[in-house]
């Protein structure tokens, strides 16, 4: 394999390995909190920010690592694209991230 695909695949392998450790810690810690519970059909939501301390924040946290998983690959793409010296790749790559980036910030 190339040097190229081995810093993808493993840029991928951690993204997906931590969204996944997040969320199950996340839900343990739920589960350990508000285990014996009633169930309320109500929004889960509490802080709209991922990084809050609290079982609910940190499955936000490993969600949205997930999502910027394939925005990091791309980003990684483009820069290994350019050490190579393969410009048009690059600015093709950059195009990639350039609308990733814009359409998860609604702009698209």
């Known amino acids: 394999m190339r040097r ?4 993808i695949s493993w840029a991928l392998r951690v993204g997906v390995l931590l969204s996944a450790l997040l969320v ?3 839900g343990l810690w739920y589960l350990g ?3 014996r519970d009633p169930v ?13 301390l609290e079982p609910l924040g940190l499955m936000r946290l490993g969600l949205l690592v997930l999502i ?25 790559t950059l195009w990639v991230l350039l609308v990733l980036l814009a ?3 609604g702009w698209l």
Do not use: K
């Open 4 to 7: 190229m695909d081995l810093w």
């Open 68 to 92: 910027l998983t394939p925005v990091a690959r791309v980003a990684l793409s483009a820069f290994l694209f350019l050490e190579e010296g393969d410009r048009t790749f690059a600015l093709i």
């Open 33 to 35: 909190v508000h285990g």
């Open 24 to 26: 199950l810690l996340g």
């Open 103 to 105: 359409s998860l910030l």
């Open 40 to 52: 309320a059909l109500r929004s889960a939501s509490s802080s709209a920010w991922p990084l809050a």
